[in-house]
């Protein structure tokens, strides 16, 4: 029987790969943006994985059950410190998207090539 | 090892936040609450300097946040006082620009987090706060161009930083921990442990601005207003800088690879900075070559790092003065006095010249390498000295104006410090900086006959593919059991 657990770790590197992949081939801003979103997403995934390969049962004990060395906890660290990052992470989609929709006046299209173009006007002038 | 309480080591990193949360409240102590947090800041880089600690700070356990307080640290957290200092004392007389004071202390709370942890985790949120003040403030005036360069800066950094993740979780899964001394405890020559270090190297390597992964530096410092990119090119570089030091100092078969990479970005960026025509486009490309050298040694390059980022936000400020960005036209102005010593000084010490700073540093950057790598060396070396003859170039005015206060501050540092630690240098360390200016001169009158044109590599496909190309060829390096070049 395959081991779920690398099962579901080579499903989340190709949701990395292919954000990378978006990241790198796609013209369109809105979706290089949406690629990285894919990415950090596969990395959440990872963590919440990582968190999950000792056990399932959530690590809160209850009166009655105190130690029962056989019950297999989640790991709690993973997931505590993957949760920074989520909202670190959303912050940083929220300002880039802001960014996105003032750019958009220059080019509704948000082609990548059309802001290569933009030059300062204190430049080399 | 003085004793020092953990209350106090706390207080010292929080105080700049909560001076930044208090400003907007009481907006007329802004300024003078970002003064007392940039001398903390340059006070503790010099009492650890000094040799007082090393204190270590271990909060919420073993897996929990871990500080320390080293000569690791010091130059960088010293940098990151006076550059602040200079950026406020330079923009004292004119009106406080919004929310740059509060930006400034949060940035400066920030870099001194990450020059301090060493636990992966609490590094990350730290370069992600830099991260994004640094993208708040290059957004300026909010124009077309600083919008795009903004978005760029935020794009790459963020995708390194999930790169970053990938190699942290890597390492958790390994080695149920997230210091950086759990890397340096892995089995060497083993597959996962190179793909976590090649993984954690590229995001940093990337943050730090070196070699074609910071293809994004040049472009970036060079559009953001004046004072920004002072802080940019001084110390944001050094947020990746030290805790790159640090992988280097923990993991030393990682040595040969990071002096390769260094000189390979200090030849890229001399290179480039040779053939350009905008002045602060040429400082940026130079800041490039600089944190390549920074790398290449991890006990020096703190060192080096502060005197690069010293004399480096100082031109930077003054580039915001000259008003002349264009280099073509650059020997047509004349520049007053009072810019002239110091763009003078800056540029001679990053340029090596006795007795400024810049040369002592140098000095101990070159003891520390051998072989080949020396001679690539004083390429890269005679090659900044041409890059900073050019700035040289220019007619000299009688002074006028009043004396920017920030920029002769630095300068003053750069003079005072080099006579105070190398006051009576050895006589053929003198003949080979002298030799080296001189080479460089050369080869910047050669270069004025007529300068090649080089590849356009910046393009934000071409930044993401240069971090995506370091990324590969460090796996492969790694996985290959370290660099073949290695002794």
């Known amino acids: 029987m395959a081991d779920p657990f690398r099962l579901l770790e080579a499903l989340v590197l190709l949701a990395l790969l292919a954000g990378l992949l978006g990241l790198l081939l796609r013209r369109n801003l809105f979706l290089k943006l949406l690629a990285m979103d894919v990415m950090g997403s596969a990395v959440v995934a990872l963590f919440v994985l990582l968190a999950a390969r000792g056990g399932l049962r959530t690590p809160i004990l209850e009166a009655p059950q105190l130690p029962q060395p056989a019950l297999a906890w989640a790991d709690p660290m993973p997931q505590a410190v993957i949760l920074t990052a989520i909202v670190i992470g959303l912050s940083i989609q929220a300002l880039l998207l802001v960014v996105l929709t003032r750019l958009a006046r220059i080019d509704p299209l948000l082609d990548t090539a059309s802001f290569e173009q933009l030059s300062g006007a204190s430049s080399h002038g | ?487």
């Open chain 2, 1 to 487: 090892m003085a004793e020092i309480s953990s209350a106090l080591l706390t207080a010292w990193l929080l105080l700049p936040l909560l001076a930044a949360f208090t400003a907007p409240l009481l907006p007329s102590l802004a300024r003078p609450l970002a003064l007392l947090s940039a001398m903390l800041s340059a006070g503790m880089g010099l009492a650890l300097s000094a040799g007082l600690g090393p204190w270590s700070l271990e909060l919420i356990g073993p897996l929990g946040v871990l500080l320390q307080f080293d000569a690791t640290a010091a130059p960088f957290v010293l940098l990151n006082g006076l550059v602040v200092l200079a950026v406020l004392l330079d923009g004292w007389r004119q009106p406080l620009n919004g929310p740059f004071a509060v930006l400034l202390m949060v940035l400066l709370a920030g870099l001194n987090s990450a020059f301090v942890a060493v636990d992966l985790v609490s590094l990350y949120v730290a370069l992600e706060v830099v991260g994004i003040t640094a993208f708040l403030l290059m957004l300026g005036q909010r124009s077309g161009l600083q919008l795009w360069i903004g978005l760029r800066y935020l794009l790459v950094g963020n995708t390194v930083m999930v790169i970053y993740l990938l190699g942290v979780a890597l390492l958790y899964l390994r080695s149920g921990s997230f210091r950086m001394q759990a890397l340096a405890d892995l089995a060497p020559a083993d597959g996962a442990t190179s793909i976590t270090l090649a993984l954690l190297l590229v995001a940093l390597l990337t943050k730090a601005g070196v070699f074609v992964s910071g293809l994004w530096l040049p472009r970036t410092h060079a559009e953001a207003p004046a004072d920004v990119s002072a802080l940019l090119s001084g110390v944001v570089v050094a947020g990746g800088l030290c805790p790159l030091l640090r992988l280097s100092q923990a993991v030393p078969m990682l040595q040969p690879l990071l002096v390769a990479i260094g000189l390979a970005s200090a030849l890229l960026g001399v290179s480039y900075a040779l053939v350009e025509t905008d002045l602060k486009r040429l400082l940026a490309w130079s800041t490039l070559s600089q944190v390549g050298l920074v790398i290449i040694d991890p006990f020096v390059g703190g060192v080096y790092a502060l005197t690069h980022g010293l004399a480096k936000a100082g031109l930077f400020l003054l580039a915001g003065r000259v008003g002349e960005r264009n280099l073509l036209r650059w020997r047509q102005s004349a520049l007053p006095l009072q810019q002239a010593v110091p763009l003078w000084l800056g540029a001679l010490s990053i340029a090596g010249a006795p007795p400024l700073l810049g040369f002592w540093a140098k000095e101990g950057l070159s003891r520390g390498v051998s072989g080949p790598a020396s001679s690539v060396l004083l390429v890269a070396m005679v090659g900044t000295a041409a890059v900073y003859a050019r700035l040289l170039l220019k007619p000299l005015a009688p002074a006028s104006g009043p004396l920017p206060l920030g920029q002769a501050l630095l300068a003053l540092l750069l003079l005072a410090g080099g006579l105070l630690l190398a006051p009576l240098p050895a006589q053929g360390s003198l003949l080979k900086a002298a030799a080296v200016l001189v080479a460089g001169a050369g080869l910047e009158l050669l270069l004025d006959l007529g300068r090649p044109a080089l590849p356009k590599l910046e393009r934000l496909d071409d930044l993401l593919g240069g971090i995506a190309v370091v990324g590969v060829v460090l796996m492969a390096l790694l996985l290959g059991g370290g660099v073949p070049w290695a002794v």
